[in-house]
């Protein structure tokens, strides 16, 4: 049980562009869903927190209008990356919490972006 | 000082030995305590979740919390080459509001070699 899936896993995208990330939890209602951001050799590095229904709380540093989140169910949040530039390519990944699973977050495989 | 500290290794084990990993932290509010493998590429995976001072067994993983000396340990045993992997340490206050934000540890680098 607490699978999250991530779409796409992989992406290249031409400098400018904007990216829309996926993920779904898909055997429980996730309350809130995390996005994380890691670089090479490091570790994951929270960019903002989503409720259903409810805008995101981005962490210090974190463009807003640059990586829009939007939660619009209890099994589906996505991250668009807005004006792509090469320093956005990084390893994109979410995670996701129920009701009654306290602290514990699950997370998904990951997206990997790669601007040119 | 960081407010979880974390060897990130490398460690490297033969086959078959017990591998013992850490953190350490400073902040006495943190009351979940989880540990984390990632494989290369890949989501981190829940190995192991614990709540307050004490061990806790699943099959050849062992976690222990120490909140008197805010140590934690996860130990390996019967290590195996598939064992290889990034292991994070993650913890969170609880109680709501922002304390259920993970804070994590920077991970620590196992090859278990055949």
């Known amino acids: 049980g607490a699978v999250v899936s991530q779409h796409p896993s992989r992406v290249i995208c031409k400098s400018g562009t904007s990216v829309k990330i996926e993920c779904r939890s898909l055997d429980f209602q996730a309350t809130t869903m995390f996005w994380y951001r890691q670089f090479p050799k490091q570790s994951l590095m929270l960019m903002a927190t989503?409720?259903?229904?409810?805008?995101?709380?981005?962490e210090q540093g974190v463009e807003k209008d640059k990586f829009l989140i939007n939660h619009a169910s209890l099994t589906l949040s996505t991250l668009t990356v807005t004006s792509a530039h090469p320093e956005d390519s990084s390893f994109y990944i979410c995670s996701a919490k129920f009701r009654g699973s306290t602290d514990t977050q699950y997370f998904g495989p990951g997206t990997r972006l790669t601007v040119l | 000082q960081k407010e979880v500290e974390q060897d990130p290794g490398p460690l490297s084990v033969p086959e078959g030995a017990i591998v013992s990993l850490n953190c350490t932290y400073s902040n006495s509010a943190f009351q979940y305590f989880m540990w984390y493998r990632q494989y290369s590429r890949k989501g981190p995976e829940l190995l192991m979740y614990t709540y307050s001072s004490g061990n806790k067994e699943d099959g050849r993983f062992t976690a222990q919390v120490d909140k008197s000396s805010k140590y934690i340990s996860l130990f390996i045993r019967d290590s195996q080459p598939s064992d290889s992997a990034t292991y994070l340490c993650?913890?969170?206050?609880?109680?709501?509001?922002?304390?259920?934000?993970?804070?994590f540890g920077k991970g620590t680098l196992l090859t278990v070699n055949p």
């Open positions: 989503s409720n259903e229904g409810s805008k995101a709380t981005y």
């Open positions: 993650a913890m969170s206050g609880g109680g709501g509001g922002s304390n259920y934000k993970l804070t």
